[in-house]
């Protein structure tokens, strides 16, 4: 069958794409993917939704194309597509960040109230990494961290940190990180760890980022 403007059809078919992203629970559960494969149950408990909630998402997500599914025995586990799902993620979020005007507002009044300052690369953390200069921290829960995490990380949880500071060592500097550059749990570390004397910053984004630059990562 002939397409009689196939501009205005591949459009159509790029607006159910971004029909599909437009939803800040759609958003993330691209964030909770991003970190590994979950099952629907993991994800609801995890954004605390009921489950058919966040079913009928994953299923519209599915439709569009940003997410598979696999079915492992009662369960279903669902995973991103591919890497450029991030990638639309992440572009969302840039352009989003240089134009929205209450975008910047959330950081000024949240985030830069926490850490104003520079975070630390992922080619400088990979470079301090290697030459032992570092005390990396995955502030992530302990299920996100098994699917996944930096290189002789050390899983403190960012609820656990306060009782956990005498268990970390003093290197010249310790860099925390979570889900992403604007995951909430790596400011609030980075925060708690000056307020207690340490010499602390983040990194500049999280661990589907560092995973996908093709950097090293541990299971």
């Known amino acids: 069958m002939s397409i009689r403007n196939p501009k205005q059809a591949l459009y159509e078919q790029f607006a159910v794409v971004a029909k599909a992203l437009g939803n800040p629970q759609r958003l993330e559960l691209i964030e909770q993917l991003a970190q590994g494969p979950r099952s629907v ?13 966040v ?13 598979t599914s696999e079915r492992d025995g009662k369960f279903v586990n669902y995973r991103l ?23 910047e507002r959330i950081v000024r009044g949240y985030f830069d109230r926490r850490d104003d300052m520079e975070p630390v690369s992922r080619e400088e953390l990979a470079a301090r990494m290697k030459d032992g200069l570092v005390t990396v921290i995955d502030v992530r829960p302990p299920d996100e961290f098994a699917l996944g995490h930096l290189p002789g990380a ?11 500071l ?32 340490f010499n602390a910053r983040r990194m500049e ?13 541990e299971a």
């Open 166 to 197: 005498s268990d970390l060592e003093a290197k010249p500097e310790i860099v925390a990180y979570c889900r992403g550059p604007w995951c909430v749990m790596s400011f609030e570390a980075v925060a708690l760890l000056r307020e207690h004397g």
């Open 55 to 67: 079913s009928q998402h994953l299923q519209a997500m599915r439709r569009a194309g940003l997410v």
């Open 205 to 217: 984004d999280g661990l589907p980022e560092w995973r996908d630059a093709g950097l090293a990562v």
């Open 154 to 164: 050390i899983n403190v949880p960012l609820g656990q940190l306060e009782q956990r």
């Open 81 to 103: 597509a591919d890497e450029s799902v991030l990638g639309a993620f992440a572009s969302i979020r840039v352009v989003a960040e240089r134009h929205s005007a209450e975008v």
């Open 41 to 53: 149950e993991a994800l609801a408990a995890k954004l605390a939704r009921p489950v058919a909630n």
